[in-house]
């Protein structure tokens, strides 16, 4: 048998090709004795494998041997075990010539101690690393390491020789039976055999010594930097194996090669920390501070350079691969175990004096030899990165992000505000999409390689043991406890970390919720105690103080026992992470809708001048700015772990009782409400497969009356409302054809709309639905309109629905709420027809204007100008406007078309509001001669004042009937019988109504000339009622007197009903008042009867 070296293994060649003279050998005992191999051949074999195994495990040659003759390896280092390392053919043959050293198990540890006792300088060290071209340089870390590696190479290549031996030799013994020449010489095999395996478990002694050797001089050079000249900068050259390591793991000092725990890395730390445990801290604590420091200089995911190697621990090695270098590191959970107790793994503890120490970073200053224009140019760079110079304190957000070694991981992301990355967008209105999303994409890769190794750096430290878990946890509480002002509307960006660092924290929590977000079993390990546990949420959800979370209750109990979770780890992680979301994923979203505004804006702006908007300088810079944040906020592992987070809380809430739930804080529901609806208009393919079926049923319940007092944020009320519209009603128009019906349907009824099979829905949503459109009132004057329009919608879907037909007859039962509705509808009803006529006639002018050249022309420029952007402004206005106009009149009409809804209109609190609003939309109608209003293309305005016309009349001829109604009329200032009349004369001109409705509503006239007589008479027998009979406000004659406790005053219960609809205050003291604390008047009203029955005694008597 003859050795064999090639590049890749020292192998020893057993499979050699079987020639006939081999075959005739084989059947020949005496051919095959005498061609045995002698002891003497077999030991110098034996020898030489010994010299190859040196020379590729260690890069060593012995001077003495054969093989350092004239074709010595330049790759190879030169040994002389009796002087000196040398490179020297001609004395590397004389030695050969003189002695011939032994290899050995004992030998390995001289022939080691020789090579790393090299000084750097030392030339044949210097020619080995350039024929090898390694980028290992010459360090001891990275040496033996490799070394390392390729000895358990050889290892498995001795073992596998050795097992095609023995599978060869017991084919042979099976081919032999029965033959006595073969037996014989399968025989002399095996013998043969039996002394190449002894041989092979001394070249495999040798070669687990020199592990173990590699590993104890690493250590100990590691611990005594003196030790040998090559290992003076013993913590960089680890860092930088590892940095190498990450770049080529399969050849790293972190592989491990037979089995977890069986890397260079592993028994180098074991070997630390069996020697000396504080050196073993201090080594990889410098070596954690190299890589972290390299990690500060990063801002991007863009940054360094790539690469490892002896970059010096860090040089410019891109973030990704330092990170992977850091999660190496702690890969070993003794050296995970000094990480986390690092002084810098943590801020300061809150309180303490160093927490408030000032950090003032240092302020560059113009070189001395700058001439005037170089120090110009020098204070302008300055100026322009004096947010990164701002001073902060050692506890707060950029001191996590510029400090600790998990901030410095965290803060590297797409900055949307980064020159280079708004570089990469420039002018991007005038590119196409397919290049946007090229360059979207390309950077979104980068970003999402780094986050998931950012998990894998999180989930390391958290399997690393208790110690390391607790403090990386620690850390993500500390990072939102001084975060806490990141969701304001301009956060304190001295006090806050970039958003760029809060994503990433999510993104990290994320992932570490995934396992028990969709699995409910887990889920239910989530203990909602623990928002109201201060010593296990740290102070994240505070009920007192300057960063108090708001909760639902606005006192709610306290849980009855001490907060002791099943598991501890499961709620941690899940309302870590709700917090998290509400600091950067909500404020991102949030942004991001600004931005786009921004951009808009400027793009309209540009085509009001007369300019490209597409090219529009302005626009470009905003297009920037929005595209580069999208990178970051709409990666689909974001978006799709928070919708699935946004489901498991909407599940939470739907399991906890009552209680508990009071106690959520107010924020994770405005959470889930922003997240779901935010990426329903800008991300809706995002959510195809996603399962939302839980936000649905947390929405319904939310909603319905039961639980109206304890979600008590209008505004957030609303949103709840938004949610119902913007996922779960089923597109009609082609600007909703984007929501996946895998959202809205539900796949348990068949694909059926959640709306319609969901029981609780069934039950509860339309009077819920009611109910919000009169509390809307208080959300603002743009946004209540907005929010009921998109409630018209939900109504009116619900209506045509025989599944919600019940619930609309049960609305009759709760008046209160009935009232709250319809005094919403009514004031959004008068506010809509006024806003839509007045801009209406604007814009009609402006158009006259625009349409007269020679008169448009005679107009300043700037005055032009100002024309045009209020003119745009209008037509935005009266399109949303008239289009919820068209839906409230509509929603009118169906809903009276039911007599028990009709009849709720009719009460005393509700009639009168009702008369004036009608009148008043006829009257813009008719009266200001609507219809003859003629602006260019009306329909695309939405002006159809035929269609309105004909909604209102038919509202009229369904109440027409009814005696309140036609007294109220007669009542009303607002009545005016011609103007009824060409109302009456229009319909029936243009057909609009149906024969039955237009004589109901021709016959009102007639009707409320009766009731103004009764009225009439009542105002005559009322004429001189005592005051304390008359309504304070009104200066009527009260029909249903009730206390004020606030004010001590009486009012008509209409009046003081309408009042706090609008305005929740005593209106003679500006005291807090609801409905609920007016109380009746019994005796006054006794009073009042008595004194009106002696009137009519007296009149009937005259």
């Not at 780890?569 to 992470?577: G, Q, S, T, Y």
């Not at 409230?888 to 809804?901: H, Q, R, S, V």
């Amino acid at each position: 048998m003859d050795v064999v070296v090639d590049n890749a293994a020292v192998v020893v060649d057993s499979d050699e090709p079987r020639t006939k003279k081999t075959k005739a050998s084989a059947s020949s005992p005496a051919k095959a004795s005498a061609a045995a191999p002698s002891a003497a051949d077999m030991a110098r074999k034996l020898a030489k494998k010994k010299d190859l195994l040196l020379r590729k495990t260690l890069s060593i040659a012995l001077a003495g041997t054969t093989s350092t003759g004239s074709g010595t390896d330049q790759s190879c280092v030169v040994i002389d075990l009796g002087g000196s390392g040398s490179n020297d053919g001609a004395s590397s043959s004389s030695a050969a010539a003189a002695s011939s050293p032994e290899i050995t198990v004992q030998s390995i540890t001289e022939i080691l101690a020789a090579r790393l006792s090299l000084p750097r300088t030392h030339p044949s060290l210097r020619t080995a690393i350039t024929s090898t071209q390694q980028n290992s340089g010459t360090g001891i870390v990275a040496y033996c390491g490799q070394c390392y590696v390729r000895a358990s190479q050889e290892i498995k290549t001795v073992r596998e020789g050795r097992e095609r031996r023995d599978k060869r030799r017991r084919l042979k013994e099976e081919k032999a039976k029965g033959a006595e020449e073969a037996v014989e010489a399968a025989t002399a095999t095996g013998t043969t055999d039996s002394i190449l395996n002894t041989h092979d478990e001394e070249l495999i002694a040798i070669l687990k010594e020199i592990q173990i050797q590699v590993v104890n001089y690493t250590a100990s050079s590691l611990l005594e930097p003196d030790l040998f000249d090559l290992g003076t900068d013993g913590p960089s050259q680890l860092a930088a194996a590892l940095l190498q390591s990450s770049v080529d793991p399969t050849n790293g000092i972190t592989m491990n090669v037979a089995g977890s725990g069986t890397s260079f890395y592993s028994k180098l730390c074991d070997e630390l920390m069996d020697v000396d445990e504080v050196g073993f801290g201090r080594v990889v604590g410098e070596a954690v501070m190299i890589l972290s420091d390299a990690l500060a200089k990063c801002d991007t995911v863009a940054d360094g350079g790539g690469g490892g190697g002896d970059t010096g621990g860090g040089g410019d090695a891109s973030p990704l691969v330092l990170v992977n270098a850091l999660t190496a590191l702690c890969g070993n959970k003794a050296a995970a175990a000094v990480v986390a107790t690092h002084p810098t793994f943590l801020l300061p503890p809150a309180g303490s004096a160093a927490a408030s120490e000032r950090i003032t970073p240092p302020q560059p200053v113009v070189p001395p030899d700058a001439n005037q224009q170089q120090a110009q140019l020098y204070r302008m760079m300055a100026a322009l990165t004096r947010g990164h110079r701002r001073g902060y304190d050692r506890r707060s957000g950029p001191a996590l992000e510029r400090d600790t070694i998990v901030g410095r991981v965290m803060k590297v992301g797409c900055p949307r505000d980064d020159p280079d990355f708004l570089t990469a967008f420039a002018n991007m209105g005038s590119r196409s999409k397919k290049d946007s999303d090229n360059t979207t994409n390309g950077l979104r890769s980068q970003l999402t390689a780094y986050q998931v190794a950012v998990n894998g750096l999180v989930k390391t430290l958290i399997t690393a043991g208790a110690g390391p878990r607790g403090k990386m946890m620690d850390w993500f509480r500390d990072a939102l406890l001084v975060n806490s002002g990141a969701a304001a509307m301009r956060p304190d960006r001295s006090k806050v970390s970039d958003q760029a660092t809060l994503i990433n924290v999510t993104v990290a929590l994320l992932k570490l919720c995934e396992p028990f977000l969709a699995n409910d079993k887990k889920a239910g390990l989530i203990d909602p105690d623990f928002v109201s546990s201060p010593s296990d949420h740290g102070g994240l959800y505070a009920t007192e103080g300057d960063d108090a979370i708001p909760r639902l209750a606005e006192n709610p109990p306290s849980p009855a026992q001490p907060y002791a979770p099943k598991n501890s780890f499961i709620p941690l992680c899940f309302f870590l992470a709700a917090r998290s979301i509400h600091l950067s994923v909500i404020p991102a979203l949030d942004l991001h809708e600004s931005l786009l505004r921004w951009s808009s804006r400027a793009y309209h702006d540009a085509q009001a001048r007369g300019d490209n908007g597409r090219t529009d300088p302005d626009f470009n810079r905003y297009l920037a700015r929005v595209l580069a944040h999208e990178v970051t906020i709409f990666s689909p592992g974001l978006l799709s772990d928070s919708l699935r987070f946004s489901n498991a809380m909407s599940g939470l809430l739907l399991r906890i009782t009552d209680d508990e739930l009071a106690r959520m804080p107010e924020h994770f529901i405005d959470d889930l409400c922003d997240c779901v609806t935010m990426m329903s208009h800008s991300k809706p393919e995002a959510m195809r497969g996603v399962d939302v079926a839980n936000v649905f049923k947390v929405v319904v319940k939310l909603l319905s009356p039961s639980y109206a007092k304890l979600v008590r944020n209008y505004n957030l009320r609303a949103k709840l409302g938004d949610v119902l519209h913007d996922l779960y009603l089923p597109p009609k128009t082609n600007h909703r054809d984007a929501v996946p019906s895998s959202v809205y349907c539900d796949p348990t009824a068949g694909g059926q709309p959640y709306l319609l099979s969901d029981k609780l829905a069934q039950e509860t949503l339309a009077p819920s639905l009611l109910l919000l459109y009169g509390e809307v009132e208080h959300t603002g004057y743009y946004e209540k309109m907005n929010h009921r329009a998109k409630i018209s919608e939900l109504l009116r879907f619900l209506w045509e629905s025989s599944e919600h037909r019940s619930a609309f007859r049960k609305i009759s039962q709760n008046k209160e709420s009935f009232i709250k509705f319809s005094n919403g509808l009514m004031n959004e009803t008068n506010h809509q027809i006024a806003e839509a006529m007045e801009k209406l006639v604007e814009i009609r002018r402006v158009q006259v204007q625009m349409g007269n050249p020679q008169e448009w022309a005679s107009v300043p420029e700037e005055q032009r100008e100002t024309i045009s952007s209020r003119h745009e402004a209008n037509e935005r206005e009266v399109k949303s406007t008239l289009l919820g106009l068209n839906k409230t009149l509509e929603m009118l009409g169906w809903l009276n078309a039911d007599p028990d809804i009709r009849r709720l209109f009719l009460l005393d609190e509700m009639v009168s509001r009702l008369v004036n609003m009608l009148f008043h939309v006829l009257m813009k109608l008719v009266g200001a001669k609507g219809l003859e209003l003629k602006v260019d293309n009306p329909e695309s305005y939405n002006f159809r004042p035929k269609d309105m016309l004909r909604d209102l009349c038919s509202i009229f001829a369904n109440f027409s009937s009814a005696p309140e109604f036609c007294l109220e009329c007669a009542r009303s200032g607002y009545y005016d019988a011609e103007l009824v009349a060409k109302a009456g004369r229009t319909c029936r001109k243009l057909n609009l109504l149906t024969p039955e409705n237009l004589e109901a509503f021709e016959s009102l006239a007639e009707k409320v000339d009766a009731a103004s007589r009764d009225v009439e008479d009542f105002d005559e027998l009322t004429k001189d009622a005592p005051d304390e009979f008359l309504d304070p406000l009104m200066c009527t004659f009260m029909k249903d007197p009730v206390f004020l406790p606030t004010s001590e005053k009486y009012m008509d219960r209409a009046t003081i009903t309408q009042h706090l609809l609008n305005d929740p205050k005593d209106p003679f003291n500006r005291k807090d008042l609801t409905i609920d604390m007016v109380q009746p008047a019994p005796q006054l009203k006794e009073r009042m009867n008595l004194w009106l029955e002696e009137k009519r005694q007296a009149s009937t008597k005259e």
